[in-house]
């Protein structure tokens, strides 16, 4: 297929979305744009909370003291073993996080937004016997924890993002 066909197709393809009233969400005059350093973030208690917050700040900007909307997030997080050896070790486990936030304008208590959401992540525990080798070391297990702790984070805060720049359209600062 030549280049010039190839161009064409594209342009084709892309077509239907000038009808539909497509708009990129980060586009100049988009919800997206107008929202960026204007939301701040409240403090969220614990790790998986600062990889969450920081993740959010990303999406966000970084907002002055007296942003227009304020965004709160309670993040709590429980696991639960999926697998389990005959000898009743645990050798993978699963992060389940859930993230309930509410965005507000600043100084008004009436919320704007609220939602809940979960999200998944696997680990790696490895099991050892007394006669027998660790398969792994302590140190890789926590290692793989704390990557699933943070997966698990990050994916809760752009959900959130995703969610809030979508209805931001809905409410007017």
Do not use: K, W
Request: a negative charge; one cysteine or more; glycine letters at 6%.
């Amino acid at each position: 297929m030549s280049p010039d066909r190839r161009h064409i197709l594209a342009l084709l393809a892309l077509a239907p979305l000038a009808g539909c009233g497509f708009e990129p969400l980060y586009g100049s005059a988009a919800a997206g744009s107008e929202l960026r350093n204007r939301i701040r973030v409240t403090n969220i208690e614990g790790r998986e909370g600062f990889f969450l917050r920081e993740r959010l700040l990303r999406r966000f900007g970084t907002p002055a003291e007296d942003a227009p909307l304020i965004l709160d997030v309670e993040l709590t997080t429980s696991t639960q073993g999926l697998a389990i050896t005959q000898d009743a070790d645990i050798t993978r486990i699963n992060l389940r996080g859930e993230a309930v936030y509410s965005l507000r304008a600043s100084g008004n208590p009436e919320v704007l937004l609220t939602d809940r959401l979960i999200g998944n992540a696997g680990y790696s525990a490895p099991a050892s016997t007394e006669d027998q080798e660790p398969i792994a070391s302590p140190l890789a297990a926590r290692v793989a924890e704390e990557d699933a702790r943070q997966r698990v984070a990050e994916y809760l805060a752009e959900q959130i993002a995703d969610r809030v720049l979508i209805a931001a359209e809905q409410f007017e600062i």
